[in-house]
């Protein structure tokens, strides 16, 4: 993935991870379409900044998403990089039947949203140089968290379709997943006040680094998000899960 002079969509950029990516890329001299479904944050992401431009986008409506790449193609021809970022979590207690509405929207935002995204771009994104997908999965999608079963779920999937949509786009669109250990964002309440969790800039610092390698890595993984990416090949995943909270409080 090249530096800069890149036109960026990044989902889900009114906050957290997203905005700051955003924001970096911004510095770094790319142009930057931020998307979600608050505009306030998505104008707040903004700021006084040029070069950044915000559109609102449900990735759970089909229609929402065709529209916006519709939208972005002809507004942005020159777009050329698509970060998947937009993502909800929750907690759930599965031992016994419940509504199944927050499962389901999770599902629809985290996996059917950037599978949906990525086929309305695809032919653009076949039309231009320098094209990336990238996708922003979880240290969730290598040692699932109990309590966030569906989350882990979707993220595990993010990840398997990830390493097929690279297998099929060799040689054509560079695909790079980005998988964040648990960060300082206010993906869950009091995340943001976490002490356990990264801090935001260093992550985005980490991240941005390993961006800039030569070539970009397929998989952008911060120190901290290791012990799960590995915990299979080192034998760890047992010990790791059983540390992990598996009861609602």
């Keep these: 993935m090249k530096h800069s002079h890149n036109t960026i969509v990044v989902t889900g ?13 911004q510095a770094a001299g790319n142009t930057v379409i931020v998307a979600g479904r608050n505009m306030e944050n998505l ?17 759970t409506s089909e229609g929402s998403i065709e529209a916006f790449a519709k939208t972005i193609v002809e507004k942005h021809p020159e777009m ?56 922003v999965s979880s ?18 999937a ?10 099929q786009l060799e040689g054509q669109i560079e695909v790079i997943e980005i998988a964040p250990p648990g ?15 990264m801090p935001l800039d260093a992550f985005i610092d980490e991240v941005m680094t390993l961006l800039q390698q030569e070539p970009t890595p397929s998989e952008i993984l911060v120190e901290r998000v290791k012990p799960l990416r590995f915990a299979e090949r080192e034998s760890k995943f047992d010990t790791i899960l059983k540390n992990m909270p598996s009861k609602l409080k």
Aim: charged share 20%.
């Design 13 to 25: 950029g009114g906050s957290g991870i997203g905005r700051a990516l955003a924001r970096r890329w």
């Design 43 to 59: 104008r707040e992401t903004i700021g006084d900044l040029d070069n950044v431009y915000a559109y609102e986008l449900d990735m």
């Design 80 to 135: 050329n990089v698509l970060v998947n970022n937009a993502g909800i979590m929750g907690f759930e207690d599965i031992t016994a039947r419940r509504n199944m509405d927050h499962a389901e929207k999770v599902i629809d935002t985290n996996l059917l949203g950037p599978i949906r995204l990525i086929n309305a771009f695809i032919e653009h994104l076949h039309s231009v140089k320098d094209s990336v997908i990238v996708n």
């Design 139 to 156: 240290g969730l999608a290598f040692v699932p968290l109990p309590i966030s079963p569906t989350y882990s779920a979707s993220k595990a």
């Design 158 to 167: 993010l990840h398997s379709y990830t390493q097929s949509l690279r297998c």
């Design 183 to 197: 960060v300082r964002t206010d993906l869950n309440p009091g995340q943001s006040e976490n002490e356990e969790y």
